[in-house]
């Protein structure tokens, strides 16, 4: 999702996401079923992925995640050896954070469960560098490029669930982005391009740095859920999380150096340019809508599939101007023969579990394992602009591209009170983001990424 553009100095505003840009819920539970999780909802993290599923809670609970991500890209263009590269970037840190209570008493014969819950729900950390050599006559110039980005977005999300009938409940949750103690909200990106060139026998150097961050993010938005079982052993799902804009201080500071060092009678340029901005921007984030659903064969199996739908042609920034540019390419969107119509996202998740009960039910079951598994089709939004120097001033189709996914995780209740879960994904795309550079022909990319997370839910 990320451009950078090979060229005269120009840098990327784009925002690339470590993980999948779709919406999902916490947990090592849910992670462990490949985050199949929105007809399923039954623990403390109910909140972030379907808020009606708090009123399957019995007692109150509290819940904390804690997740590893790495992402791993290797990049290619032909004919360019010193351009491959592989590059690897990680974060550690507290994922979630939950306390839900299911109200002791009745509300018009109905039950009813509240719940406060911390979440980090983007992570933005990337790092790539890299080698390029491009000539023509009587010109060579070699660039090396380094681009980081860090940053991420968390939310505060007070929620409530509510009994409509005995097989109907839904649920709301208000998520307040807010910078907190565990999270400040905000991302940056920093680039840097050094050029050794030779024009005519004339050598010079080329220096650019740029560094821009977008800082205390605010704004809200809502999670609307409903679980539906229709018959006994079948749930369905529905959550749809609402478009929403956030405010934010935008900053840059960049530095351009060029030198055409003097040699026989060219007495040599110099030419070295500051520039500094500030201005308030709002950045607006998609609308996405889930289905899932679920089946219970017995007390030990289940199996669950979600399906998800992102509209990306609403995520932008405006400008102090009030241009809006789209944060999947930075195309002006004020501007039809530039701007890209991008196409929705969809994903397709699949899990299953397993419990391990003991074959005699009055058994004292100080220890209950669980086995979860799961696969999963994943698409993150990009132009499909073709790789050329002057991409920028093309369509894109907004084809997305193709990410493939597979899960596994294993669970441990200690004595009705404790449970431990641990889970591990790993999420793969296979040339794509071919307008991830733009500029380098034949340039495509493979991404890996790798997501451990450990959890635990304590009853009282």
């Known amino acids: 999702m990320l451009t950078i553009l090979i060229g005269p100095w120009a840098a990327s505003q784009e925002a690339e996401f470590s993980l999948s840009p ?5 947990g090592a539970r849910a992670a462990g079923m490949a985050d199949a999780f929105v007809a399923v ?3 403390a993290t109910a909140a972030s992925w379907n808020p009606a599923g708090l009123v399957q809670l019995e007692k109150p609970e509290i819940s904390l995640v804690g997740e590893y991500n790495g992402v791993v890209d290797i990049l290619t263009a ?5 351009f491959d590269s592989r590059h690897y970037s990680d974060t550690l840190g507290i994922n979630f954070f939950s306390a839900a209570y299911p109200l002791p008493f009745l509300v018009l014969g109905r039950n009813i469960c509240v719940s406060l819950s911390y ?3 983007y992570e933005f950390t990337r790092a790539i560098n890299f ?12 660039l090396h490029m380094d681009f ?5 977005l968390s939310a505060i999300t007070p929620a409530i669930a509510f009994e409509i009938t005995q097989r109907i409940s839904a649920g709301i949750a208000v998520n307040l982005w807010r910078s ?8 940056e990106q920093t680039t840097k391009q050094r050029s050794h060139s030779m024009f005519k026998g004339i050598p010079g150097f080329g220096y650019y740095r740029s560094k821009e961050y977008y800082e205390d993010f605010s704004g809200e938005n809502v999670t ?4 539906w079982n229709p018959i006994d052993k079948w749930s369905i799902g529905l959550r749809y999380d609402s478009s929403f804009k956030g405010n934010v201080n935008y900053h840059v500071k960049d530095v351009t150096n060029q030198i055409m060092f003097s040699t026989g009678t060219f007495p040599g340029v110099s030419n070295i340019i500051h520039g500094r901005k500030h201005e308030h921007r709002h950045v607006t984030f998609p609308a996405s809508f889930a289905l899932g659903t679920a089946y219970r064969f017995n007390d030990r199996f289940m199996l669950s599939m979600d399906i998800t739908r992102t509209d990306w042609n609403r995520f932008y920034v405006s400008d102090g101007q009030g241009r809006k540019f789209s944060l999947v390419d930075f195309s002006n969107m004020g501007i039809p023969w530039k701007r890209t119509h991008f196409k929705p996202t969809y994903t397709v998740r699949l899990g299953g579990e397993y419990v391990f009960l003991p074959k005699e039910p009055q058994e004292i079951m100080d220890q209950l394992w669980s086995l979860r598994g799961g696969l999963f089709y994943d698409q993150e939004p990009a132009t499909g602009k073709n790789n050329k120097r002057h991409a920028r001033m093309q369509h894109g189709t907004g084809k997305p591209d193709s990410f493939f996914g597979a899960t596994l995780g294993v669970g441990l209740l200690l004595k009705q009170r404790v449970n431990i879960d641990l889970a591990y994904q790993a999420r793969f795309g296979l040339g794509v983001n071919r307008d991830f550079i733009r500029g380098v022909k034949g340039f495509k990319e493979d991404v890996y990424q790798h997501r451990l997370l450990l959890s635990t839910v304590i009853y009282f």
């Not at 779709?22 to 916490?26: F, I, N």
């Not at 080698?131 to 070699?142: A, F, H, I, P, V």
């Not at 609307?224 to 679980?227: D, E, N, R, S, T």
Request: positive net charge.
């Open 180 to 187: 907190t103690f565990l999270n400040e909200n905000r991302w």
């Open 78 to 82: 032909e004919g360019h050896s010193e």
């Open 22 to 26: 779709t919406p999902v819920g916490s």
């Open 119 to 121: 979440q980090k729900k």
């Open 41 to 43: 909802a039954d623990d």
């Open 224 to 227: 609307l859920g409903v679980l």
């Open 148 to 152: 980081r980005q860090s940053g991420s």
């Open 131 to 142: 080698n390029w050599k491009r000539s023509s006559k009587g010109y060579t110039d070699r």
